[in-house]
């Protein structure tokens, strides 16, 4: 892999990702909303081209890029449950692989969701595992893995979809948990947490970023989970958080504030074996970078 687009590039997952290919010396066409507010985030970086076009055009993709090796399509917009502005992706995706077959690109990366499988309680996830989506944010997602699955045999080219699980990291969305307990305990208030006995499983960005870049190097194609494997329940993680920005903190687990159905518990076997990839970022540490680092949460 020598040259790659990438959409949704100067967002969390899709910026990491850019910061990865470049890291491994791969010329990146990043694509980014015009007049996008994020934009700044790209200035001064090596070894890419900026793109200002909306999704919305990108079948004109073509008048700036001629040839590509990987089209990486991490751009993808609306509430969790606005089902017309979730499926407005599905077209801009399906218009993004015929771009990337056009270009010469040989595999189309997308990054799906775990939100795909639905209200799990105890079990494992695998690649395997009936999927069963109650959000428009997880139906669609999983509506454009089926749509492409057909497109992609009919033009010749290999998808890759990436079912990813929480992945946390410096410059994380304001609306995570991690993010939210970052300016509880900045601001010195107590967070409303509930019990948080469901298990979780939580990815370091450059890790998630590594594992993608791997997939475009090795050519891997089809259905894959991407996780840290580490499933434990909430509260030891929100104590590893607390232990790490402030130790003093005050922390009070509800039970009353919810019920806790939703539970992630991914199997990421495939990944690993396939890859012959691994975290390299345990959970403490990763909080430890974003403590030290310089982005705004």
Known sequence: METAVVTGGTGFLGFGLLSELVRKGIFVYVVVRENSKRLKRLHGIEGIQIIEMDMKNISNLGSYVKNIDVFYHLAWEGERNDFSGQMKNIGQTVEAMQVASQLG??????????AEYGIICNEKINENTPTNPNTAYGACKLACYQILSCLAKQIGISLTWVRVFS???????????ISYLFKCFSDGKTPELTSGEQFWDFLYLNDAANALYLLGEQKKEGLYNLASGDNRPLKEFILEVREVISPDSNLIFNANLGKEVVQLRADVGKVQRELNWKPQTCFNEGISNIKTSSFIL
């Open 105 to 114: 690109a040989k595999q189309f990366i997308v990054t799906g969701s775990q």
């Open 167 to 177: 992945v946390y990291g410096e410059g994380d969305n304001p609306n995570t948990l």
